[in-house]
């Protein structure tokens, strides 16, 4: 291994991002006449569909990452270094580490995206879900929600604790609203003494008409349907306007609606890593709205050819101008490519051009519910949810702990247990300091503050829609 790696005549790609996409790239140079190193902030692979699983203490971190280190062992051509790229000099072909530089001959660049919050300040308010770090910290919250509720002989503000807000229903907020849901009205409910857990209120947002809306509406419907079964409130077309303290603000019509709620997780938006910034800086290359990189195709920069951009953080149109959606298997197809790609153009051996194969769109809703769309197959209901099981388990193989993960998900499936369901780092939270009654004081004081401001920017909202409305009716006349 070391000699391969030490042939400074050997083609070098730099890989930037374990994820799905870099992670594709490098198995498939496994045996091309390169060497390789593949750089990450950390040092592992996530199973990103199944972190709301970690999110709801369904799974254990590990139980869906797996370290790249051993992923990539059997590959000799390839290093892997953890470290965070934070610079990229295109005419000395070089990145740039916190401490280092690597020069590369190739470069892939497979970083993803990050929340999207409209510039909006509300992350700490808000978290998404992205990173295992992010599922940690809303088990934290969704879990010390249920504990300071069991604590809390204030009806409203008991209320406030087992309310749970999510803003976006996409794949992602569709699939944690379910599990919230089952976790709230099935899991926890012979666990507490003092409160009954499925008197939770799981409220999703949405701003668009319908939920899932990559779906045909009549899966959107039937998606939405389960979730109503499970006990989520759904509220599409409604724009979330504020959040402050534990009030959610959002528009609904002509209406300034308000939700308190103490635990407000955002599944709403998503925006290119910062890297795409640092390489439109160096390269002049163009970003599109949501800052992904939009590259040719072969997914290189048309001035910096032995540049690629891939995954998430790319935009891609195909020979009909579709814009290649942010899924997994977009990114691994999208690896595998420019992986091949590398190596004929090592080998001066042509290669046809990228040609998506769409599996198609599936999103899980609770335990035995699903929806599927594969263009030639529809799916709803226990079908669907056993094809999505099916998928996720085949892509799993490539896990080490393939078998823990089908076993505990067996056993969660028949017991309805969440086993890890854990609070790792209460005193970082001052608020489960319930029993202090300074903790109290400041929580009403800051309530009744926020209810002030946002019923005061409601009437100014409402005063000036009805100016706006006399302008256009004076108009109209
Ligand atoms: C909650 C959730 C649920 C999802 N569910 C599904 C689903 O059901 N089906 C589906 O197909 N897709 C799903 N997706 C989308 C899918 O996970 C992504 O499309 C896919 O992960 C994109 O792969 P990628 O390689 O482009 O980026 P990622 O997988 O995000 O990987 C990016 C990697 O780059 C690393 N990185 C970032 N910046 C740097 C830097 N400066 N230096 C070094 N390393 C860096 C990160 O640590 C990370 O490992 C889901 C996503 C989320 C968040």
């Known amino acids: 291994m070391v000699n391969q790696l030490n042939n400074k005549d050997l083609h070098h790609v730099v890989i930037v991002g374990g994820g799905f996409g870099g992670l594709y790239a490098a198995q498939k140079l496994a045996n091309a006449p390169v060497k390789v190193t593949l750089i990450d902030k950390r040092n592992f692979h996530v199973f990103q569909p199944l972190l709301y699983q970690v999110a709801t203490g369904g799974l254990s971190p590990a139980d869906i990452s797996s370290p790249l280190r051993s992923l990539l062992s059997k590959n000799k051509n390839t290093e892997v270094l953890m470290g965070e790229v934070m610079d990229i000099d295109p005419d000395q072909q070089t990145v740039q580490l916190r401490y280092r530089e690597i020069k590369y001959d190739s470069l892939i660049l ?138 959610v603000t959002y528009r609904e019509g002509n209406q300034l609606e308000q939700i308190q709620a103490r635990t407000i997780l955002w599944t709403a938006g998503m925006k290119a890593s ?102 030639w197959l529809k799916l709803s209901g226990f079908m669907a949810w056993f094809v999505w099981l099916f998928i996720h388990v085949f892509y799993l193989l490539e896990f080490d702990n393939k078998l823990i993960v089908m076993i505990q998900w067996a056993w969660s499936y028949f017991t309805e247990s969440k086993g890890a369901r854990l609070i790792t780092t209460p005193g970082k939270d001052p608020e489960i300091r319930l029993e202090d009654d300074h903790e109290t004081v400041i929580y009403q004081a800051s309530l009744q503050q926020d209810l002030q401001k946002v019923a005061s920017e409601v009437a100014i909202v409402n005063s000036q829609k009805g100016s706006e409305d006399n302008v256009s009716n004076l108009s109209s006349t």
């Open 274 to 375: 910062p890297i795409a910034n640092i390489l439109a800086e160096r390269t002049d290359a163009q970003l599109d709205k949501a800052g992904r990189v939009i590259v040719e195709p072969h997914f290189n920069l048309a001035k910096y050819p032995n540049i690629f951009v891939i995954g998430d953080l790319a935009h891609y149109e195909d020979q009909e101008g579709n814009l290649l959606p942010g899924i997994a298997p977009v990114a691994m197809q999208e690896g595998e490519y420019v992986a091949r790609y590398i190596r004929n153009g090592i080998q001066h051996r042509p290669l046809s051009p990228f040609k998506y194969v769409d599996w198609g769109n599936l999103a899980v809703i609770g335990k035995h519910q699903a929806v599927v769309d594969m263009g």
């Open 110 to 247: 497979a970083t993803g995206v990050t929340h999207q919050y409209f510039g909006n300040d509300w992350e700490g308010k808000a978290p998404g879900l992205k990173t295992i770090e992010n599922a940690l910290e809303i088990r934290r919250r969704v879990f010390i929600a249920f504990e300071a509720a069991e604590k809390e002989p204030n009806p409203q503000r008991r209320k406030d604790w087992l309310t749970f807000v999510l803003v976006g229903a996409g794949p992602a907020g569709v699939e944690l609203a379910g599990a919230l849901a089952e976790l709230a009205h099935g899991t926890l409910k012979e666990d507490f003494r003092n409160i009954d857990t499925s008197q939770a209120e799981i409220i999703l947002l949405q701003s668009p008409d319908r939920i899932l809306p990559v779906y045909p509406p009549h899966l959107s419907a039937k998606a939405q349907k389960s979730l109503e079964k499970l006990g989520v409130t759904v509220k599409t077309g409604v724009r979330v306007t504020d959040i402050r303290g534990q009030i």
